[in-house]
Protein backbone atom coordinates (compact mmCIF):
# COMPACT_ATOMS: atom_id res chain seq x y z
CA UNK A 1 0.00 0.00 0.00
CA UNK A 2 1.59 3.52 -1.24
CA UNK A 3 0.25 6.74 0.37
CA UNK A 4 0.86 9.83 -0.83
CA UNK A 5 -0.24 13.44 0.30
CA UNK A 6 -1.59 16.74 -1.59
CA UNK A 7 -1.44 14.60 -5.22
CA UNK A 8 -3.73 16.70 -7.90
CA UNK A 9 -6.90 14.72 -9.00
CA UNK A 10 -6.37 16.39 -12.11
CA UNK A 11 -3.96 13.50 -12.49
CA UNK A 12 -6.32 10.84 -12.00
CA UNK A 13 -9.26 11.85 -13.72
CA UNK A 14 -10.10 11.79 -17.87
CA UNK A 15 -11.62 15.15 -17.09
CA UNK A 16 -8.14 16.26 -16.45
CA UNK A 17 -9.22 18.75 -13.64
CA UNK A 18 -9.55 18.61 -9.63
CA UNK A 19 -7.27 20.49 -6.75
CA UNK A 20 -5.41 18.20 -4.18
CA UNK A 21 -6.45 15.19 -2.52
CA UNK A 22 -5.23 15.57 1.40
CA UNK A 23 -4.23 11.71 0.67
CA UNK A 24 -3.76 9.02 -2.17
CA UNK A 25 -3.58 5.56 -0.84
CA UNK A 26 -2.51 2.77 -3.96
CA UNK A 27 -3.96 -0.42 -3.55
CA UNK A 28 -2.81 -3.44 -5.53
CA UNK A 29 -4.15 -5.76 -3.22
CA UNK A 30 -7.75 -6.11 -1.75
CA UNK A 31 -5.68 -6.26 1.59
CA UNK A 32 -4.64 -2.64 0.49
CA UNK A 33 -8.31 -1.51 0.50
CA UNK A 34 -8.93 -2.70 3.40
CA UNK A 35 -5.99 -1.26 5.51
CA UNK A 36 -7.00 2.45 3.02
CA UNK A 37 -10.14 1.95 4.45
CA UNK A 38 -9.28 1.50 7.83
CA UNK A 39 -6.55 4.48 7.60
CA UNK A 40 -9.11 7.13 7.02
CA UNK A 41 -11.28 5.84 9.53
CA UNK A 42 -8.53 6.31 12.04
CA UNK A 43 -8.17 9.74 10.98
CA UNK A 44 -12.14 10.34 10.74
CA UNK A 45 -11.77 10.86 7.16
CA UNK A 46 -14.11 10.82 4.42
CA UNK A 47 -13.04 8.16 1.51
CA UNK A 48 -13.86 8.43 -2.26
CA UNK A 49 -12.76 5.71 -4.80
CA UNK A 50 -11.19 6.00 -8.22
CA UNK A 51 -10.50 3.32 -10.96
CA UNK A 52 -9.92 4.91 -13.64
CA UNK A 53 -10.91 8.13 -13.06
CA UNK A 54 -13.56 8.05 -16.34
CA UNK A 55 -16.59 9.15 -14.40
CA UNK A 56 -15.92 11.63 -12.04
CA UNK A 57 -15.99 15.34 -12.06
CA UNK A 58 -13.28 16.05 -9.33
CA UNK A 59 -13.56 19.53 -7.66
CA UNK A 60 -10.98 22.54 -8.38
CA UNK A 61 -10.67 22.86 -4.71
CA UNK A 62 -9.52 19.18 -3.57
CA UNK A 63 -10.77 16.72 -1.52
CA UNK A 64 -10.36 16.87 1.92
CA UNK A 65 -10.13 13.35 2.60
CA UNK A 66 -8.67 9.60 1.13
CA UNK A 67 -8.19 9.65 -2.20
CA UNK A 68 -8.51 5.19 -2.81
CA UNK A 69 -6.70 4.18 -5.99
CA UNK A 70 -8.22 0.54 -7.22
CA UNK A 71 -5.01 -0.91 -8.62
CA UNK A 72 -5.80 -4.20 -8.03
CA UNK A 73 -5.03 -7.11 -11.11
CA UNK A 74 -5.76 -10.69 -12.25
CA UNK A 75 -8.35 -12.67 -14.06
CA UNK A 76 -9.29 -16.00 -13.95
CA UNK A 77 -11.43 -18.41 -16.58
CA UNK A 78 -13.39 -21.32 -15.37
CA UNK A 79 -15.48 -23.42 -17.85
CA UNK A 80 -18.75 -25.07 -16.82
CA UNK A 81 -20.34 -26.71 -19.68
CA UNK A 82 -20.84 -24.16 -22.71
CA UNK A 83 -20.75 -21.38 -20.46
CA UNK A 84 -17.09 -19.74 -18.69
CA UNK A 85 -17.59 -18.14 -15.46
CA UNK A 86 -14.86 -14.90 -15.46
CA UNK A 87 -13.67 -13.55 -12.16
CA UNK A 88 -11.84 -10.43 -12.43
CA UNK A 89 -10.42 -8.05 -9.82
CA UNK A 90 -11.86 -4.67 -9.68
CA UNK A 91 -8.82 -2.69 -10.54
CA UNK A 92 -8.44 -4.54 -14.06
CA UNK A 93 -9.28 -2.17 -17.28
CA UNK A 94 -12.21 -2.97 -18.80
CA UNK A 95 -11.53 -3.10 -22.25
CA UNK A 96 -8.66 -5.37 -21.52
CA UNK A 97 -10.69 -7.80 -19.80
CA UNK A 98 -13.36 -7.41 -22.60
CA UNK A 99 -10.28 -8.23 -25.14
CA UNK A 100 -9.42 -11.12 -22.93
CA UNK A 101 -12.49 -12.59 -23.66
CA UNK A 102 -13.06 -12.39 -26.83
CA UNK A 103 -9.52 -13.51 -27.69
CA UNK A 104 -10.96 -16.62 -25.91
CA UNK A 105 -13.97 -16.35 -28.66
CA UNK A 106 -16.26 -15.96 -25.21
CA UNK A 107 -19.61 -14.06 -26.28
CA UNK A 108 -21.30 -11.45 -23.69
CA UNK A 109 -19.67 -8.40 -23.17
CA UNK A 110 -18.40 -7.78 -26.77
CA UNK A 111 -20.37 -4.44 -27.61
CA UNK A 112 -18.91 -2.70 -24.27
CA UNK A 113 -15.93 -2.65 -25.67
CA UNK A 114 -14.17 0.22 -25.99
CA UNK A 115 -15.99 1.55 -22.54
CA UNK A 116 -13.22 3.52 -20.43
CA UNK A 117 -12.74 2.62 -16.64
CA UNK A 118 -11.84 -0.08 -14.73
CA UNK A 119 -13.99 -3.25 -13.79
CA UNK A 120 -15.04 -2.28 -10.44
CA UNK A 121 -17.10 0.78 -12.09
CA UNK A 122 -18.91 -2.00 -13.93
CA UNK A 123 -21.49 -2.63 -11.47
CA UNK A 124 -21.49 0.58 -10.17
CA UNK A 125 -22.50 1.84 -13.51
CA UNK A 126 -24.69 -1.15 -14.58
CA UNK A 127 -22.41 -0.04 -17.95
CA UNK A 128 -24.53 -0.47 -21.35
CA UNK A 129 -23.46 0.20 -25.08
CA UNK A 130 -24.77 -0.75 -28.14
CA UNK A 131 -27.82 -3.01 -26.97
CA UNK A 132 -26.10 -4.62 -24.36
CA UNK A 133 -25.31 -3.92 -20.29
CA UNK A 134 -23.59 -5.29 -17.55
CA UNK A 135 -26.70 -6.71 -16.52
CA UNK A 136 -26.87 -9.76 -18.85
CA UNK A 137 -23.59 -11.63 -17.97
CA UNK A 138 -23.14 -10.07 -14.25
CA UNK A 139 -22.90 -12.99 -11.74
CA UNK A 140 -21.81 -11.27 -8.57
CA UNK A 141 -19.80 -8.66 -7.60
CA UNK A 142 -17.46 -9.06 -4.36
CA UNK A 143 -17.80 -6.20 -1.96
CA UNK A 144 -15.87 -4.87 1.39
CA UNK A 145 -18.23 -2.67 3.96
CA UNK A 146 -16.12 0.19 4.49
CA UNK A 147 -17.14 1.01 8.30
CA UNK A 148 -15.93 -3.06 9.00
CA UNK A 149 -13.53 -3.70 6.44
CA UNK A 150 -15.58 -7.04 6.04
CA UNK A 151 -15.91 -8.98 2.96
CA UNK A 152 -18.89 -10.25 1.10
CA UNK A 153 -20.01 -11.44 -1.97
CA UNK A 154 -23.72 -10.03 -3.62
CA UNK A 155 -25.62 -12.05 -6.24
CA UNK A 156 -26.65 -10.00 -9.28
CA UNK A 157 -30.12 -9.96 -7.65
CA UNK A 158 -28.63 -8.10 -4.56
CA UNK A 159 -27.13 -5.51 -6.74
CA UNK A 160 -30.29 -4.16 -7.65
CA UNK A 161 -28.74 -3.06 -11.21
CA UNK A 162 -30.84 -0.90 -13.36
CA UNK A 163 -30.30 1.89 -16.33
CA UNK A 164 -26.77 2.78 -15.09
CA UNK A 165 -27.84 2.22 -11.77
CA UNK A 166 -27.29 0.44 -9.32
CA UNK A 167 -26.98 -0.25 -5.25
CA UNK A 168 -23.24 0.65 -5.28
CA UNK A 169 -24.81 4.30 -6.46
CA UNK A 170 -26.92 4.82 -3.06
CA UNK A 171 -24.96 2.38 -0.54
CA UNK A 172 -21.23 3.64 -0.75
CA UNK A 173 -19.83 1.82 2.36
CA UNK A 174 -20.40 -0.93 -0.71
CA UNK A 175 -16.65 -0.78 -2.10
CA UNK A 176 -16.65 -3.11 -4.67
CA UNK A 177 -13.30 -5.13 -5.31
CA UNK A 178 -14.09 -7.73 -7.63
CA UNK A 179 -16.94 -8.84 -10.59
CA UNK A 180 -18.29 -12.48 -11.48
CA UNK A 181 -19.39 -12.84 -15.17
CA UNK A 182 -21.07 -15.54 -16.88
CA UNK A 183 -19.94 -15.52 -20.78
CA UNK A 184 -20.55 -18.33 -23.37
CA UNK A 185 -18.90 -20.05 -25.92
CA UNK A 186 -21.90 -19.94 -28.42
CA UNK A 187 -23.36 -16.73 -28.89
CA UNK A 188 -24.47 -14.68 -31.95
CA UNK A 189 -23.68 -11.81 -32.81
CA UNK A 190 -25.64 -8.83 -31.34
CA UNK A 191 -25.69 -5.83 -33.71
CA UNK A 192 -29.45 -4.41 -33.75
CA UNK A 193 -27.95 -0.87 -32.78
CA UNK A 194 -27.98 1.20 -35.91
CA UNK A 195 -24.06 1.81 -35.88
CA UNK A 196 -23.62 -2.11 -36.26
CA UNK A 197 -26.34 -2.30 -38.74
CA UNK A 198 -24.50 0.46 -41.17
CA UNK A 199 -21.35 -1.16 -40.90
CA UNK A 200 -22.48 -4.77 -41.50
CA UNK A 201 -24.17 -3.24 -44.66
CA UNK A 202 -20.74 -2.11 -45.83
CA UNK A 203 -19.46 -5.58 -45.59
CA UNK A 204 -17.33 -5.39 -42.26
CA UNK A 205 -17.04 -8.58 -40.35
CA UNK A 206 -19.36 -9.07 -37.44
CA UNK A 207 -19.47 -12.79 -37.04
CA UNK A 208 -17.10 -13.39 -33.98
CA UNK A 209 -16.53 -11.38 -30.45
CA UNK A 210 -13.40 -9.82 -31.72
CA UNK A 211 -14.57 -8.39 -34.99
CA UNK A 212 -17.55 -6.71 -32.97
CA UNK A 213 -15.01 -5.69 -30.52
CA UNK A 214 -13.18 -3.60 -33.09
CA UNK A 215 -16.02 -2.33 -34.79
CA UNK A 216 -17.22 -1.10 -31.56
CA UNK A 217 -14.15 0.57 -30.91
CA UNK A 218 -14.06 1.93 -34.12
CA UNK A 219 -17.72 3.36 -33.97
CA UNK A 220 -16.96 4.84 -30.54
CA UNK A 221 -13.79 6.48 -31.57
CA UNK A 222 -15.32 8.75 -33.92
CA UNK A 223 -18.00 9.47 -31.41
CA UNK A 224 -15.73 10.61 -28.50
CA UNK A 225 -12.86 13.68 -28.27
CA UNK A 226 -9.19 12.37 -27.97
CA UNK A 227 -7.90 12.03 -24.29
CA UNK A 228 -4.90 13.27 -25.16
CA UNK A 229 -5.57 17.09 -26.18
CA UNK A 230 -9.05 17.15 -24.05
CA UNK A 231 -10.52 16.45 -20.64
CA UNK A 232 -13.95 14.25 -20.66
CA UNK A 233 -15.73 11.99 -18.87
CA UNK A 234 -17.47 10.29 -22.07
CA UNK A 235 -21.81 10.20 -21.73
CA UNK A 236 -22.38 13.08 -19.04
CA UNK A 237 -26.04 12.67 -19.39
CA UNK A 238 -28.20 9.43 -19.11
CA UNK A 239 -31.27 9.06 -21.87
CA UNK A 240 -34.42 10.17 -20.10
CA UNK A 241 -37.01 7.42 -19.78
CA UNK A 242 -40.39 8.70 -20.14
CA UNK A 243 -43.74 7.62 -19.44
CA UNK A 244 -45.72 6.63 -22.54
CA UNK A 245 -48.23 9.42 -22.24
CA UNK A 246 -45.20 11.74 -21.62
CA UNK A 247 -43.63 10.55 -24.77
CA UNK A 248 -46.59 10.96 -26.77
CA UNK A 249 -47.04 14.60 -25.72
CA UNK A 250 -43.40 15.15 -26.60
CA UNK A 251 -44.27 13.84 -30.07
CA UNK A 252 -47.12 15.97 -30.50
CA UNK A 253 -44.83 19.14 -29.79
CA UNK A 254 -41.64 18.33 -32.12
CA UNK A 255 -42.80 15.41 -34.15
CA UNK A 256 -41.45 12.11 -34.40
CA UNK A 257 -38.90 11.34 -31.44
CA UNK A 258 -36.50 8.33 -31.51
CA UNK A 259 -37.43 5.81 -29.07
CA UNK A 260 -36.66 2.55 -26.99
CA UNK A 261 -38.58 0.10 -25.53
CA UNK A 262 -37.84 -0.43 -21.77
CA UNK A 263 -39.05 -1.88 -18.41
CA UNK A 264 -40.02 1.34 -17.08
CA UNK A 265 -41.51 3.00 -19.87
CA UNK A 266 -39.93 4.85 -22.83
CA UNK A 267 -36.47 5.43 -23.31
CA UNK A 268 -35.46 8.76 -25.74
CA UNK A 269 -32.30 9.27 -26.95
CA UNK A 270 -31.16 12.79 -25.17
CA UNK A 271 -28.53 13.49 -27.60
CA UNK A 272 -31.78 13.80 -30.28
CA UNK A 273 -33.23 16.47 -27.79
CA UNK A 274 -29.97 18.43 -27.50
CA UNK A 275 -29.31 18.43 -31.48
CA UNK A 276 -32.53 18.66 -33.37
CA UNK A 277 -34.90 19.73 -30.44
CA UNK A 278 -32.36 22.96 -28.86
CA UNK A 279 -29.57 23.32 -31.56
CA UNK A 280 -27.04 22.27 -28.78
CA UNK A 281 -24.40 20.29 -31.01
CA UNK A 282 -21.42 21.38 -30.32
CA UNK A 283 -22.18 23.98 -28.06
CA UNK A 284 -19.65 25.94 -26.25
CA UNK A 285 -19.54 27.70 -22.99
CA UNK A 286 -15.69 29.62 -22.76
CA UNK A 287 -13.96 26.37 -22.45
CA UNK A 288 -16.44 24.09 -22.15
CA UNK A 289 -18.41 22.61 -24.74
CA UNK A 290 -21.00 19.81 -26.10
CA UNK A 291 -18.63 17.34 -28.55
CA UNK A 292 -19.88 17.84 -31.93
CA UNK A 293 -20.24 14.46 -33.03
CA UNK A 294 -21.92 13.40 -29.81
CA UNK A 295 -23.85 15.97 -27.99
CA UNK A 296 -24.78 13.67 -24.91
CA UNK A 297 -20.29 14.56 -24.18
CA UNK A 298 -19.57 17.31 -22.15
CA UNK A 299 -15.70 18.33 -22.90
CA UNK A 300 -12.86 20.63 -21.64
CA UNK A 301 -10.21 22.66 -23.17
CA UNK A 302 -6.82 22.30 -21.79
CA UNK A 303 -7.70 25.41 -19.68
CA UNK A 304 -11.14 23.96 -18.67
CA UNK A 305 -12.23 23.78 -14.79
CA UNK A 306 -14.83 21.62 -12.70
CA UNK A 307 -16.58 25.18 -12.29
CA UNK A 308 -16.48 25.15 -15.76
CA UNK A 309 -18.17 21.95 -16.68
CA UNK A 310 -20.40 22.50 -13.67
CA UNK A 311 -21.85 25.67 -15.23
CA UNK A 312 -22.61 24.23 -18.73
CA UNK A 313 -24.08 20.81 -17.20
CA UNK A 314 -26.42 23.04 -15.39
CA UNK A 315 -27.13 25.51 -17.91
CA UNK A 316 -27.81 22.52 -20.14
CA UNK A 317 -30.17 20.68 -17.82
CA UNK A 318 -32.48 23.72 -17.51
CA UNK A 319 -32.53 24.25 -21.17
CA UNK A 320 -33.68 20.60 -21.73
CA UNK A 321 -36.34 21.19 -18.67
CA UNK A 322 -37.89 24.62 -20.40
CA UNK A 323 -38.20 22.66 -23.54
CA UNK A 324 -39.45 19.61 -22.56
CA UNK A 325 -40.15 19.36 -19.01
CA UNK A 326 -38.04 16.50 -18.89
CA UNK A 327 -35.63 16.45 -15.57
CA UNK A 328 -32.11 14.67 -17.01
CA UNK A 329 -29.94 12.95 -14.57
CA UNK A 330 -26.28 12.88 -14.50
CA UNK A 331 -24.12 9.77 -15.56
CA UNK A 332 -20.77 10.96 -14.60
CA UNK A 333 -20.27 11.12 -10.85
CA UNK A 334 -19.48 14.60 -8.99
CA UNK A 335 -16.92 14.24 -6.10
CA UNK A 336 -17.90 15.84 -2.94
CA UNK A 337 -16.36 19.15 -2.23
CA UNK A 338 -13.50 20.03 0.30
Known amino acids: MDIREQ ?15 AYLVTCERVEDIQE ?7 RSLPYYLIGGGSNVLAPDNGYEGVIVLIRTSGVT ?29 LWGIENLAGIPGTVGAAPIQNIG ?5 LSGTLVAVDVIEAATGEACRLTKEECMLGYR ?4 KHE ?7 VTLSLTKDGTPKIEYKDLLALKEQGVDLSTPLAIGKAVRSVRAGKFPDLAT ?10 PILTPERYAELKEKYGEVPSFPHPSGVKIPLAFVLDRVLGLRGFRQGPAWLFGSQPLVLALDREG ?8 ARLVEQKVYDATGITIEREVRTMPQK
Open 36 to 42: ALAFGRE
Open 172 to 178: LNLVVTG
Open 7 to 21: VLLSSLTTFKVGGPA
Open 165 to 168: DSRF
Open 77 to 105: FTEEGNSVLVHCASGVSWDDLVMQAAERS
Open 230 to 239: TGTAGSFFKN
Open 129 to 133: AYGAE
Open 305 to 312: TASDAESL
